[in-house]
């Protein structure tokens, strides 16, 4: 894994450690009235994000050809497939794709975040929010060679 650049975590413009991030398992619309609203700035170098969801995205495309092979043939519609799914670096060139994998509800987003930021996302249920910051209404782009989730987040009232 390429580490010699550390990911980094603002919260309303201010450095904090990237260990207070979590990314809840579910909406977190039931604990908004309880936490507060802050915004996120969280920036991964890109290939960090590649070597952290390498074997979640292989897995996945092992799962869409198998299904692509049941039904005899690609979705025709979706470049990844007909292009045999190539590398992770390729595929989040295309912003669709990013949004799909890393985005809000994406499919790689937690293993990628979770790994890349040393945490365990499972360390910590939802209920024990009040040292921890949350992702929620976020957008992901590649920005140059990093991938970039910004947006709204949620911390704990104190």
């Known amino acids: ?5 550390e990911p980094t975590l603002q919260v309303d413009g201010k450095s904090v450690s990237v260990k207070l991030l979590r990314i809840p398992p579910m909406d977190l619309s039931s604990s908004r ?6 915004k996120i700035l969280l920036k991964i170098p890109a290939q960090q994000i590649c070597d952290a969801a390498k074997a979640e995205w292989e897995a996945y495309a ?3 050809m198998r299904e692509e092979a049941r039904l005899d043939r690609p979705d025709e519609d979706d470049w990844v ?3 045999g799914y190539p590398p992770l670096e390729e595929v ?3 912003q669709e794709e990013l949004d799909f994998l890393f ?7 937690t293993v990628a975040i979770s790994k890349t930021c040393d945490f365990d996302n499972q360390e910590v249920c939802v209920e024990d929010k009040k040292h921890y910051i949350y992702l929620d209404n976020i957008r992901v782009e590649k920005i140059d060679n990093f991938i970039v989730w910004s947006g709204i ?6």
Do not use: E, K, V
């Not at 894994?1 to 650049?5: A, L």
């Not at 987040?153 to 104190?158: H, K, N």
């Open 62 to 64: 092992i799962r869409c």
């Open 153 to 158: 987040g949620y911390r704990s009232l104190r």
């Open 1 to 5: 894994m390429t580490d010699c650049i």
């Open 92 to 94: 989040i060139q295309d």
């Open 33 to 38: 009235a309880s936490m507060q609203p802050c």
């Open 103 to 109: 985005g809000r509800g994406g499919r790689l987003r």
């Open 81 to 83: 497939a007909m292009a």
